[in-house]
DNA sequence: CGGACGAGGATTTTT
DNA sequence: TCCTCGTCCG
């Protein structure tokens, strides 16, 4: 009978033999993987298989016999939660994988203060207010507190608020302490504490908690209820946590406090790609992570596997200039690649035109596709340039960023409802729909309501309820309507299907029929919005797994707070077009190309890093994660004048791109090329204020108005969010034409000029003529420009590469 | 109470 | 230049 099942597991291993997770790995990552039974810090540099040793340490545990419930792993995005699960469940089976707990610290100690909320005096179904949210009570109280919203910004407001949550100072410990007072009243704003001190207040009534408060309040749950605490210590044998560099004090004390016991704690992260501190982040937790876990080993990943030596040689030449480093070499295992190359332009708008002809050159010259692209920048505001030279040439692109599909009023206006039918005391969420649609309940009829509200001590929608607002017999109807409405709802969220009671809350809310009466292109994307918020409920399914792996079915709290923490990251990435994000969103992702745009003082660095030493460096790092996205080539560019404010303002080139060892840059003696250009740029301004207007002024003004001409409906396109964006991309071209179709100066309002002015020397050069350029060789021009005291001549040259030439400098002789 | 129109501010990065 | 907020008037 023994032998019997022995023969039996011997054919069953036979048959499918577990995976050997150590095989495949090199010396450091199998290390990385096997030792897991001590605290671990893994430093992985871009590139080196970050998230290989990370799922296959967790499969190694599995395979070992640990219990998945026993496994903690925390993330920074649910999308690098999914995949790692995803991974893991390849490597062990789904069976396995769905148990463990992983997640993003949000999504996962969320899950936690649900179960203990009442232990913290918050009902389990609180709301979670997203930034906006907690914005928009914050203007509301230095209202009501008749402070002015210009000593109290509400933004900066917030981000002291959350500054002292991130470092678990409460509005008490806040309003107690010395040092803040006297810090505020050096800034002027001595009621902050006060400010603070009510909002948390509200939040508290609301039942709502922001993004920081849910790390704060499981810090109060842990220190407040020290069994609460033990049983959580229990539960996690092994703690991971991914990117560790951007770990905050909060997130740090949790897991300190959850690995204080027996737990076995295993950080992974590069110092070097710490670029969140104004978050909170602090570089220092990876830091000094040793001497915090004495016990800890450290095992260096220091093999790039994702990009050529160039770009790693030139990342590792930038990233040494920073002071306070792990020690680490990283090298890359591929091909030298391409040289670094970097493209200079007179203008943000022929900086895009430039990029997007290299990128369609590439492409069209083979072997890679739109999806292999990606255009980074510092600021989002970087993006619309860019939009419109692909949009003009017809190439896909997607927009990362910006303004969410979520953050879109009609997708507001739907989740608030639905939000004050999970948690009847949001007040904030009531006040957002009590009138919308309009409803003959105005400022006066909600202040009155407030008023009863709190002589009674009760939320708004109770006092609606109760009809205790002093107002006329018309308008209390109209309040026990809502009120009657939402109750309505109420009992159908426990009746319907979650689409069914998301399409009722639509419609009898009056919101999709207050849309439909308008009938313009807004409200008609409106209404596509909300059909895709509606959708989303349709195919939710919910992760939420008990420990013997069975999933729950969905609920609507499950969804709406899978939404609230949604990061931008999370968003489907897929897909043939080109990707336009921020430097801080492409974190963690990788493209064979990189167009790195916007090099220039003033910008990257961000002026406001450029005085202190530790900013800088962090804007460094930035630079750095962005170089080490290329997995084959990268281009930096930069221009002489840029549209800011309303006004060109001249740009001198990033001091970033001469940190860079000229070994790597192609033609970086060139840099000659570049100094002309600004000295240009000088004239040009001289020229404009002496002389008024120029023409090269006055097509940038142009080209402007031109941008303008785009109505809502296309923006929205283009910058919409989930699938319907993609679509919308792609057709934008041929689809709103009115851009792309016509040549870009018929677009131009009738004031300005609508073909280019000719200058005398320009009949030297015309398109399709041979040219040979002592440095580049024979080529033949493909476009001839005017520009202010110029030519500029674009040449494809016949050794392969397009590049724009200023006849004064490139000495350009006629062939033939 | 709600829509229209005018003034002024805006650009770091985001879980 | 664009968008948001506040005010004024119907």
Not at 143 to 169: F, G, W
């Amino acid at each position: 009978m023994q032998g019997d099942l022995v023969i039996l597991f011997a054919l069953i291993d036979y048959l499918c033999p577990p995976m050997d997770l150590l095989e495949n790995l090199n010396d450091a990552q199998r290390a990385a993987v096997s030792n897991y039974k001590c605290p671990s810090l893994i430093v992985a540099g871009a590139g080196s298989g970050k998230t290989r040793v990370l799922t296959s340490r967790i499969a190694y545990m599995l395979q070992q016999g640990v219990e998945p419930w026993k496994i903690l792993a925390l993330t920074f995005t649910n999308k690098a939660a999914a995949e790692m699960r995803e991974r893991i469940g390849r490597m062990v089976g789904e069976e396995q994988s769905r148990r463990l707990w992983m997640g993003t610290f949000h999504s996962i100690f969320l899950r936690i203060l649900r179960l203990e909320a009442d232990k913290i005096g918050y009902p389990s179904s609180f709301t979670i207010y997203d930034t906006a949210d907690s914005r928009n009570l914050l203007k509301h109280i230095i209202k009501e507190m008749n402070l002015s919203d210009d000593t109290y910004k509400p933004a900066a407001v917030q981000a002291r608020i959350s500054l002292a949550k991130n470092n678990l100072i409460t509005a008490n410990a806040y309003a107690a302490d010395e040092a803040f007072a006297l810090e505020d009243r050096d800034r002027k704003q001595p009621a902050l504490a006060a400010i603070y001190n009510e909002y948390a207040r509200r939040c508290k009534h609301n039942g709502a908690m922001d993004f920081d408060d849910m790390l704060l309040n499981i810090n109060i749950l842990f220190k407040d209820h020290s069994d609460v605490l033990e049983r959580w210590q229990k539960r996690f044998d092994y703690i991971l946590v991914d990117e560790y560099q951007d770990t905050n004090y909060a997130q740090y004390i949790i897991i300190r406090r959850l690995a204080q016991h027996h737990s076995q704690v295993c950080v992974v992260g590069d110092d070097s790609q710490s670029i969140y501190s104004f978050r909170g982040a602090k570089i220092e937790n990876i830091l000094r992570f040793k001497s915090d876990f004495p016990a800890a080993q450290t095992f260096k990943l220091e093999q790039n596997y994702r990009s050529t030596q160039n770009i790693v040689g030139a990342a590792n030449s930038v990233i040494e200039r920073n002071a306070n480093r792990l020690p680490k070499e990283s090298f890359s295992s591929g091909t030298e690649g391409e040289k670094i190359k970097v493209i200079k332009a007179y203008t943000d708008k022929e900086e895009a035109s430039l990029v997007a002809d290299e990128i369609r050159s590439r492409i069209r010259s083979g072997g890679a596709g739109w999806g292999d692209v990606a255009i980074l920048y510092r600021t989002n505001a970087q993006s619309r340039a860019f939009e419109e030279s692909l949009r003009r040439r017809g190439i896909p692109y997607r927009i990362y960023g910006g303004m969410s599909f979520y953050q879109r009023k009609e997708v507001k206006d739907v989740l608030a409802y639905m939000h004050l039918i999970v948690n009847p005391r949001d007040d904030e969420a009531f006040r957002r729909v009590v009138n919308y649609p309009t409803r003959g309940i105005g400022d006066v009829t909600v202040a009155r309501l407030s008023e009863a509200a709190s002589a009674r001590g009760i939320s708004l929608f109770e006092a609606a309820r109760e009809g205790a607002a002093e107002v006329n017999a018309g308008t209390q109807k109209r309040i026990k309507d809502f009120a009657d409405l939402i109750d309505g709802f109420s009992v159908q969220r426990d009746q319907l299907s979650l689409y069914d009671f998301g399409l009722e809350v639509a419609t009898r809310s009056g919101i999709i029929g207050s849309y439909r009466t308008e009938n313009t292109p807004e409200a008609q994307s409106a209404l596509d919005n909300i059909e895709e918020l509606l959708n989303s409920m349709r195919t939710f399914t919910s992760d939420s797994v008990d420990d013997d792996g069975v999933t729950l079915p969905p609920t609507l709290t499950d969804w709406l707070q899978s939404i609230t923490l949604l990061t931008d990251q999370d968003e489907d990435n897929s897909g043939d077009h080109v990707t336009l994000m921020t430097i801080h969103a492409a974190k963690g992702l990788e493209y064979k190309y990189v167009f790195i745009v916007g090099m220039e003082e003033q910008l990257f660095p961000s002026p406001r890093s450029v005085n202190s030493g530790e900013d800088l460096e962090e804007e460094r790092r930035l630079f750095y994660v962005a170089i080490t996205r290329a997995k084959e080539a990268v281009a930096l560019s930069h221009c002489a004048s840029r549209f800011k404010w309303g006004s060109v303002e001249p740009c001198s080139p990033s001091r970033f791109i001469k940190e860079i060892d000229p070994k790597y840059i192609d033609n970086a003696d060139d840099e000659e090329a570049s100094s002309e250009l600004n000295r240009l740029w000088d004239v040009k301004k001289i020229q404009q204020t002496s002389a008024g207007r120029n023409f090269g002024h006055q097509n940038s003004f142009s080209e402007h108005a031109g941008s303008s001409n785009r109505n809502h409906a296309e923006r929205f396109a283009a910058r919409g969010q989930h699938g319907q964006n993609e679509r919308h991309a792609g057709i934008s071209d041929a689809g709103h034409g009115q851009i792309s179709s016509a040549p870009p100066a018929g677009n131009f309002k009738p004031v300005t000029h609508t073909t280019r002015p000719t200058v005398a020397d320009s009949g030297n050069y015309a398109a399709g003529q041979r040219v040979a350029h002592a440095k580049f060789g024979i080529g033949t021009i493909t476009a001839v420009e005017q520009v202010t005291g110029d030519t500029k001549i674009s040449v494809n040259f016949d050794t392969g590469g397009a590049r724009t030439l200023l006849a004064k400098f490139a000495k350009l002789a006629i062939v033939g």
